[in-house]
């Protein structure tokens, strides 16, 4: 059973940079899978960030582009989220998740979850 | 931008009633890219459906998705207590890859 964690700072200053981690285990992400970042502010719906492979390939969300870098590290298993410039408009739970290619294209494993509030 | 629009927004009906829940996309999408989810408050959404009929792992038989080009329906054929959640469609297309529906929430009657 893949299991997925985020992790980092529940509380962020506007202006500044959000960064996340998630942790998978029982799964080498080096094995395959795109691993991705999905976010949903408070009573909302859902809103895809963006998406890694273990090569480092990367696309994202073009509404976020210019603020959003996901990365990867093979080595402890683990890919991780930044997000620039934040406003309280980035204030959500964030959730990462395995993304399937084959047959379809869907998220079939998910963290529990962060919540990420931006304030000053 | 594939925009999906989900209804209703929310359904109210009795455990053993069947649910119908739509999702309607602006431009075709491929069957082979929908998806449905459920999430219980407080809880990551769960993979449902893919590939817009086919059921994820563990999920009963009472779930089952039909549905081509821009019309999808998740159906419940008889609800138990632990399926009343919100539900999402999700699909994959070009920019961007995903989006999600709005949502529909199941409340109990």
């Known amino acids: 059973q893949v299991q997925l964690e985020e992790s980092g700072p529940g509380l962020v200053k506007p202006s500044e940079t959000l960064s996340l981690t998630c942790t998978v285990s029982?799964?080498?992400?080096?094995?395959?899978?795109?691993w991705g970042w999905i976010r949903q502010p408070p009573g909302k719906g859902l809103e895809w960030m963006g998406s890694?492979?273990?090569?480092?390939?990367?696309y994202y969300n073009p509404s976020l582009q210019s603020r959003v870098t996901i990365s990867v590290d093979t080595s402890n298993n683990q890919f991780s989220l930044r997000l620039s410039s934040v406003t309280a408009a980035d204030t959500a739970v964030y959730y990462c998740?395995?993304?399937?290619?084959?047959?379809?294209?869907?998220?079939?494993?998910w963290g529990q979850g962060t919540l990420v509030t931006v304030s000053s | 931008e594939i925009v999906l629009t989900q209804s209703p927004g929310t359904l109210s009906l009795s455990p053993g009633e069947r649910a119908t829940l739509s999702c309607r996309a602006s431009?075709?999408?491929?069957?082979?890219?929908l998806a449905w989810y459920q999430q219980k408050p407080g809880q990551a959404p769960r993979l449902l459906i893919y590939?817009?009929?086919s059921r994820a792992t563990g999920i009963p038989d009472r779930f089952s998705g039909s549905g081509s080009g821009t019309d999808f329906t998740l159906t419940i054929s008889r609800l138990e207590p632990e399926d009343f959640a919100v539900y999402y469609c999700?699909?994959?297309?070009?920019?961007?890859?995903?989006?999600f529906g709005q949502g529909t929430k199941l409340k109990i009657k």
């Open positions: 998740a395995r993304e399937t290619q084959v047959p379809s294209r869907s998220f079939d494993y």
């Open positions: 029982d799964y080498s992400i080096s094995s395959g899978y795109y």
């Open positions: 890694i492979y273990h090569s480092g390939n990367t």
């Open positions: 431009q075709s999408v491929s069957s082979s890219y």
């Open positions: 590939g817009a009929s």
């Open positions: 999700q699909q994959y297309g070009n920019s961007p890859r995903y989006t």
